[in-house]
């Protein structure tokens, strides 16, 4: 897991239900008392923790099931290994499943270049190709560079052209969306990507393809207790 230096806490706590199981050594699933209108923390009086901001953020395009019956949000950094390294089993979790909505939330902590490829991403939505965009990025091995950014897209069929004009157009709401990514994941208590919420349970860290299963399966099981 990669780790960032801890900012000043804007968000002191979160209410939390029981403990529902270990999954692996060191990852455990926290539920999390997330319910429409509601929120743990504000930010400026803006609600950051409200279901509707956490899963189903309107500015985010969804991978996976856009009518899944389960969220996956993933909060990630195109630099952080970690994060590369579970992409491909991720997406095959959620291709086998079939009924998973996936969600990715840009949350840029491991310096400027990862700030600028999250930025880049976000634009390249208002061309239609914001999938196509983090999977280019998420999906090679190496430290990302500026340069190696637009590479990537552009092999990724974008128009940077148009890009850049979307990127200059719309600065302030994909600022916005980072902000918000960023204040939801410290909200939240993560210390460093990847980190998820499944469901609505909270899951710092990484995990195997049968973990995520496993907590695909649990928050099921919470959802249809309600």
Not at 171 to 176: L, S, V
Not at 194 to 221: C, E, H, N, S, Y
Request: aromatic content about 6%; overall charge positive; charged content about 25%.
């Amino acid at each position: 897991m990669t780790k960032s230096i801890e900012p000043d806490r804007l968000f002191r706590s979160l209410t939390r239900r029981q403990t529902l199981g270990a999954l692996g050594a060191s990852a455990l699933l926290f539920g999390l008392d997330i319910a429409p209108g509601s929120a743990a923390a504000q930010n400026d009086g803006e609600k950051v923790l409200t279901e509707a901001l956490v899963l189903r953020d309107p500015d985010i395009p969804v991978a996976g099931n856009p009518d899944g019956d389960i969220t996956i949000v993933e909060y990630f950094d195109f630099n952080c290994p970690y994060c590369r390294k579970l992409a491909p089993e991720l997406r095959q979790v959620v291709q086998d499943d079939g009924k998973v909505r996936l969600v990715f939330k840009d949350w840029p902590i491991l310096g400027e270049v990862s700030v600028l490829a999250s930025r880049m991403a976000l634009a390249s939505k208002y061309q239609g190709k914001f999938i196509q965009a983090h999977e280019a990025l998420i999906g090679v091995s190496s430290k990302l560079t500026a340069p190696r950014v637009r590479e990537l897209l552009a092999g990724a069929g974008i128009d940077l052209d148009r890009l850049d004009r979307d990127l200059a157009a719309n600065a302030k709401a994909i600022d916005a969306i980072i902000a918000r990514n960023g204040e939801q994941a410290e909200a939240f208590g993560f210390k460093g990507t990847p980190a998820f919420i499944i469901g609505k349970f909270r899951v710092p860290g990484v995990l195997t393809m049968a973990q995520f299963d496993q907590a695909i399966a649990d928050a099921r099981k919470a959802a249809k207790k309600k």
